[in-house]
């Protein structure tokens, strides 16, 4: 199944080095390999491609290099500025890798002006309908539902099936991704804070709560928070400020890259599903255009709130509820509209008999068509 990067990081290859990050497992390799139809590929977990590596002794007249897993090697940003400050893109340099960029230490000299960077993210209804037309729109839904977005249990199809996987997945992250970055002993500790993350999907998390339920201290449960995201487990949503930095000192939430995983009912999961949607499309703004995005929830002291805000080059665009069935808009409207003049305004109805729009109010909207077709342009 071609992926939503594809074309973008083809292009990409021709005027500098691609990295592409993302969960383990969300089809980062596959992409790569499926750019061309010969390539030199190259995992650093592998030995004989360790020594590979170091002896620089690949194919020059293949047309991609693909280095796997490379932010393991100590110091592989020095070493790979070095290849393309030597070589240049001939082979085309595309790097991968199951971690955030600046989540490992020590790795020598920068390579900006170098690379264009992507974040490939699990499917979703709308890549699903773009580039698999056969499902229908509510085939897909279901199968995100039971199954998540990661592409071997989808296409798989099956609800045990995916239990099976979650298990290897969530083992191989934490028993093996999450030591490589930092050594960590307690680990039954951070896979009890992931468990219990999954069942305050939607909610604002309380760093005290969670040291007090964990019987830890704040500043470890954040540096596990913070581990958890740098390895694409969970992502954070902070409350919407017009200055940013204030609103970091307000409770998050936390979402799950794989949907499935959410234990918080079905309000927790679609809340989860939409704002994975969302993040996605922003992300790829950013990765393929350059702009600037913000993904937000909006909170008052005395209880208002929107699900989500989104922002476009620092102006706030669009208003996001969330709803199972409710066809009515929610209170969190006629506060908030009043300070966004000129916002779109969405409720976003999992069970909606009729779409409609209120003269200088919110549109309801069914949620599986308008994320099958999500575009904030």
């Excluded at 973008?8 to 390799?29: F, H, N, S, Y």
């Excluded at 790569?32 to 030199?40: E, G």
């Excluded at 690379?115 to 698999?132: G, S």
């Excluded at 999450?178 to 039954?188: E, G, K, T």
């Amino acid at each position: 199944m071609k992926r939503y990067l594809d074309s973008d990081v083809k292009e990409a290859l021709k005027k500098k080095i691609a990295i592409i990050t993302g969960p383990r497992q969300c089809g980062k390799t596959t992409l790569a390999k499926q750019l061309y139809p010969n390539f030199d590929y190259f995992n650093y977990d592998a030995v004989e491609d360790r020594i590979a590596l170091r002896e620089k002794s690949w194919d020059r007249n293949t047309p991609l290099l693909i280095f796997d897993e490379l932010h393991k090697m100590k110091e592989w940003k020095r070493w790979l500025k070095g290849v393309y400050d030597k070589e240049g893109i001939q082979p085309n340099l595309l790097v991968t890798g199951s971690a955030k960029l600046n989540t490992y230490k020590k790795v020598g000299d920068s390579l900006a002006g170098r690379y264009f960077q992507y974040r490939l993210y699990p499917l979703d209804l709308k890549e699903v309908a773009t580039f698999n037309p056969d499902m229908s729109e509510e085939d897909i839904f279901n199968r995100l539902w039971q199954c998540g977005g990661f592409p071997e249990p989808f296409l798989e199809g099956s609800e045990r099936y995916y239990k099976r996987w979650r298990k290897s997945h969530l083992d191989i992250i934490l028993r093996q991704d999450l030591i490589d970055i930092q050594a960590v002993r307690d680990i039954q500790a951070i896979e009890t804070l992931a468990h219990l993350l999954k069942t305050r999907v939607g909610a604002g998390v309380s760093y005290s709560n969670l040291a007090r339920d964990l019987e830890r201290d704040v500043n470890t449960i954040k540096r596990w928070l913070i581990l958890l995201e740098n390895l694409y487990v969970i992502f954070r949503v902070t409350p919407y400020h017009k200055n940013i930095a204030r609103s970091l000192l307000k409770e998050p939430k936390y979402y799950f890259y794989d949907i499935a995983q959410v234990e918080s009912g079905e309000g927790g999961k679609l809340e989860n599903l939409v704002a994975l949607s969302l993040l996605k499309e922003l992300h790829f703004r950013e990765d393929a255009f350059g702009a600037s995005t913000q993904l937000n929830y909006l909170r008052t002291k005395d209880g208002k709130e929107i699900d989500f805000i989104v922002s476009i080059e620092n102006k706030p665009t669009h208003l996001i509820e969330v709803k199972s069935s409710d066809e009515n808009p929610t209170s969190g409207f006629q506060h908030f509209l009043p300070l966004f003049p000129q916002i779109n305004a969405i409720q976003l109805v999992k069970n909606l008999n009729r779409e409609k729009t209120f003269s200088h109010g919110p549109e309801i909207r069914k949620l599986i068509p308008w994320l099958s077709k999500i575009d904030f342009s």
